[in-house]
């Protein structure tokens, strides 16, 4: 079918290359599969810019050529060939279960291979088809060699940790919902090459059970998978996401906090009107907050006070503490009076020491002189000591330094006797000074506990409901307080939230200005595709991602919805040559014709792509779509048709047999 000239004049889509792109930062230069090593069994080269795998449906041909069809163009491999791309680049399965068992029995060593540029770097990946377990992922690889056995076995994780790290990013990835390694990348990828079991009736409907393709895209929710998409083109940031998630915590301590500052107020304001109440106080006499605490308290004490006939200046708002206070009183007059006893026991029996210490001091003195002056104990004629030490009877003298020893400490005991003396009489002064008053203050505890204690005794009932009114009081006060605390703590929660909620407005003008974009390039497209009369937006509220196609009114058929599917993944494609998300610019379509899609749209979505690899020079992005519908003329051949699969025979499928 020719093309509508007037679509190319009036497309209203302009893209601005990320600068310095050169190429695709993601594109998947050639898929091999091999029956064994060094058996292939098909290649197919890709390029940059739009690529299509065609398996021509017999019918339509033979109704162009007006004879009769004996094959069907489906079952030729499309599926498989999409599938396959998606295992080469990190997804864990190519197939459901029973195909890959049939392809596994089919060729045992089978393998599949590609090679992938990766930000200018070329990576050989090769995966087992069959019974093998070996992975490969290298970077500046070589196939042939992969294949042949000339590398050990490095498993696709190198692949998949450059993917999430260098094109996804740690942080965004990050913000994508999931526990298992590298789900940031899988899911990103599913978002690039929405499976075909899906029909394109929904914009965040990647993966579909039936595919069985274990891609962790298949666990998320509708808001988990809108969350994901707007982390991928920048509508939200780690930063924005912290600080949400800031105020989603402060948030929630606020409720926490205002209830229960609604149930601390009604507490206040029923145990203060039954205090209130209690005391015969008028409500107007109680000031507010903490002071009005005190001031029941006090009239409480007064009450309590008439109940114990105790002088008003009594504190009697704590038995336990005037117990206490009248035991240490008690405890210091025994102490007091026990030291003063053992103080005039003591000091006569010193005083009788230090006269017998006094006596023997002449008898010593004597001794020291009649040692120092020696006689001879024949005669007793005094003689020199010198001229004795000489002799033989100086073993007969007394020894002088020893008699002199005992004269020091004899002296020694007086002086320190004498010391103990006097400071046990300045001591026995102090205590009889303190001693009167330590008694006095003791009988005064004691009697104040003694007249407490004979009310409580007594078991009166206004001395009791005194008594619960203190601690009534005392449990009103610590309401206050905790009160007080929780207002001023969920006022400081109020000023962050606002403060927090007043940064998020920067990055609602950069979400709002992302979707604006994103709803610019999709309206263009639609008039492209659609032509000039149809409007397209797209718009997030609180119900979603919402696309919106308008032809003369709104629209919502099954035609018009693939249609809305297909041109938001290409104005997602269109975002990423722009470098304004974290996704690479590459989409795999498998057969979006079989979803409903009119042929003079779906032949224009060929155009649209082609125009799109004119922007730069060069093709920045790529795009592979499979079809059975015959594309336009122009595009059946090189550099565009990359690849012809039949249903029939069997060496036209992509395996080139039946399974």
Known sequence: MPRQPELLSTSDLRITPQPGMTEPRLWVKRLVLWR???????????????NIVWSPDPVEEAAGRRTRASTMGHGSGKTLFCRLIRYCLGEDRFAPEEQRESIGIAFPKGAVGAEVMVDGTLWAILRPLGMGRKHYGIPNGDLEEIINGNCEPTGIEPFMAAMESGIVSADVASLIPGDRSFHGWQTALASLTRDQECRFDKALEW????????SPARSLSYQKTLEVLRALIRAITPEECRLREEIGQNETRLKDSDKEIGHRRWQVRRTKTQLVAQLGIRPEQVPPGLLGIDFIRQSAKEVLVRATKIKPGVDVANVGKIRAASEAAEKAVVEHSTELAMINAKLPEIERLISELNGERPGMSFVVHKAENPQCPICEVPIDRVLAEGCKLSHKLPSLEEIRTRLAKLEKDIKDEQQRFLALKARKLVIEDELPGAEKTSEELKNQLVAIEQAREARTDTWYSARRMLDDINDLEKLVERLEQLQSESD??????????????????AQANVFNRLSDIFDALIRQMAGRGADGTVSLDGNGLRLSVKLGGERSTPAIASLKVIVFDLALLCLSIEGRTHLPPFLIHDSPREADLGLSIYHELFHVVKDLEGVGGQPLFQYIITTTTRPPDEFLKEPWLRGTLGGAPADARLLRRDL
């Not at 064994?36 to 739009?50: F, K, S």
């Not at 993966?207 to 274990?214: F, L, P």
């Open 492 to 509: 400081s929660l109020s000023g962050q939230i606002e403060e927090k909620k007043g940064r998020l407005g920067a990055f609602r003008k």
């Open 36 to 50: 064994e090593p060094g058996n292939v069994i098909r290649q197919i080269e890709l390029r940059p810019g739009l």
């Open 207 to 214: 993966r579909s059970s039936d595919s069985e393709s274990g």
